[in-house]
């Protein structure tokens, strides 16, 4: 049975950082593209980040672009995001997700992801 379990999050200040993590139950993680995604209260579930499986490949949302960096580590089975400049707009609950794809591929799609995690709250206060 697959699991993806994420930790790390919390309240912080404007400006403040954050380093979520999400540790995979999947036997063959390094297959899969893993995606950080986020929900509001009242709004539809957003892409934040990808990464392919190799790591090789990322891609960032623009509200994020040059403030969080995604990574994995493949022996660990585990990815993250570490988020810097936090702002009250990025409060929501973190998602991590897994996708099973093609080396080098990266998705903003929810819908091409396989697994989800729970979630992790993030409160970024103003």
């Known amino acids: 049975q697959v699991q993806l379990v994420e930790s790390g999050g919390g309240l912080v200040p404007t400006g403040g950082s954050l380093r979520l993590s999400c540790a995979a139950s999947i036997r063959t993680f390094s297959n899969y593209a893993m995606g950080w995604f986020r929900q509001a209260p009242g709004k539809e579930r957003e892409f934040v980040a990808a990464?392919?499986?190799?790591?090789?490949?990322?891609d960032y949302a623009d509200s994020v672009k040059g403030r969080f960096t995604i990574s994995r580590d493949n022996a660990k089975k585990s990815v993250y995001l570490q988020m810097n400049s936090l702002k009250p707009e990025d409060t929501a609950v973190y998602f991590c997700?897994?996708?099973?794809?093609?080396?080098?591929?990266?998705?903003?799609?929810?819908?091409?992801?396989?697994?989800w995690g729970q979630g992790t709250q993030v409160t970024v206060s103003s």
């Open positions: 997700a897994a996708a099973a794809v093609s080396l080098g591929y990266t998705s903003r799609r929810v819908s091409r992801y396989d697994y």
């Open positions: 990464i392919s499986s190799s790591g090789g490949g990322t």
